[in-house]
């Protein structure tokens, strides 16, 4: 057994996971396992990128965690503030088959249905286990974990601010940068800069989106060679990370002068924006929030040019539960953060999408991000 010390809080932590076997307990499940990724860090505190070398927890209630890692990542349980049952395996992988079957063996046959993320778990750690311990039965538990990790605690949600407000003070300060003639790369490159600049983690949560003209038609452009032009909109969808949190947010900017289409279809989504941000709060459906920004659009002729869900949830991931979408009746509660990014786009001609991040409260819903919504002129 191998314990230490960990920047997170032990009680946060153990509570999580005291909360996942609860819940595995209940759904007959006799344990969890997690690859390296955001799940991995939300129940250990630790860090580990997704590489040639697998990185295993599991979780198994009522008994003292198991963690399969390679020796060279020995130091970070030093972090490590709960008693595990270390598995270390060197950097030949003719050694790894042996280690993951003594892990297993430990584990114990009484061990048989083993939940995992099918969004995460890869065909690497999965072979090594399904060749360890042929009997395992792997279930599905992706809901199991989304059901602890979409409610956020105030801790959480602190570090979700600081995430918006790196974003906010980059694009501020990327904006007077824009000139016309320049390239949507170009000007991405200038954002990543002031992301790092004002103290973004280096692993963005996404490469930034800036989309200019007939390319705004696109909600998922990515940045090319093509000028920016005057009379263009200009849609840029950023975001940046603060110690494992993330934001993500759009604006849409007008090139030099705009024209009255295009300045009519921006005030529609900020009023569809503001709708679902409106509509959100406790015991309401994730479709209502959908539905109350879609039906702005719809009612004003553009309903087919919202091509889209209306947002999805935010925290660890970029994209995670909950999802705002039509046909999803989860209830909304105290704590889930997500975005609410309604849009209209035209194609040959340009986009808009304004969005922000969300979190519902005890009463309502209240917006993490605050930068101005409404159609600002640069270059």
Not at 313 to 334: A, V
Request: hydrophobic share 40%; net charge negative; with cysteine.
């Amino acid at each position: 057994m191998l314990n230490g010390r960990r920047p997170y809080k032990q009680t946060m932590i153990a509570q999580r996971r005291n909360r996942l076997s609860q819940i595995l307990e209940s759904m007959q499940l006799d344990g969890l396992v997690l690859n390296a990724g955001p799940s991995f860090t939300y129940f250990t505190g630790l860090h580990f990128h997704l590489m040639e070398r697998p990185v295993l927890f599991f979780i198994l209630p009522g008994r003292t965690p198991v963690m399969i890692l390679p020796e060279l990542e020995r130091a970070k349980l030093d972090q490590l503030d709960f008693e595990a049952e270390i598995f270390l395996y060197p950097d030949n992988p003719a050694h790894w088959p042996g280690i993951f079957s003594q892990a297993c063996s430990h584990i114990g046959p009484a061990v048989a249905r083993l939940g995992i993320e099918p969004g995460q778990m890869r065909m690497l750690e999965h072979g090594y286990l399904a060749q360890a311990a042929a009997d395992l039965d792997f279930v599905n538990a992706e809901q199991v974990i989304a059901q602890i990790r979409s409610t956020k605690d105030e801790s959480e949600t602190e570090l979700m601010g600081k995430a918006v407000a790196i974003a906010q003070q980059a694009i501020s300060a990327t904006l007077p940068l824009i000139k016309i003639g320049m390239s949507e790369r170009e000007l991405a490159a200038e954002l990543v800069v002031q992301l790092l600049r004002h103290g973004s983690q280096a692993s963005l949560p996404f490469a930034p989106i800036v989309s200019s003209g007939p390319n705004g038609a696109n909600p998922h452009a990515a940045p090319s060679d093509k000028k920016i032009a005057g009379g263009e909109l200009l849609i840029i969808d950023w975001g940046a990370a603060w110690q494992g949190y993330v934001s993500d947010l759009t604006r849409t900017f007008a090139v030099a002068h705009v024209e009255k289409e295009f300045a009519h279809i921006h005030e529609l989504v900020r009023l569809a924006n503001r709708a679902g941000r409106k509509a959100a709060g406790p015991a309401i459906a994730c479709q209502a929030v959908d539905r109350a920004a879609r039906s702005v659009i719809e009612e004003a002729g553009y309903g087919a040019c919202f091509t889209h869900r209306t947002g999805h949830g935010i925290g660890m991931q970029c994209h995670e539960s909950p999802y705002i979408h039509e046909g999803n009746e989860q209830l909304l509660q105290p704590g889930m953060t997500f975005t609410v990014e309604p849009g209209i786009y035209l194609k040959g001609r340009g986009g808009v999408r304004i969005e922000d991040d969300v979190i519902i409260t005890g009463d309502g819903a209240a917006s993490l991000s605050d930068y101005p919504r409404h159609l600002s002129v640069v270059g």
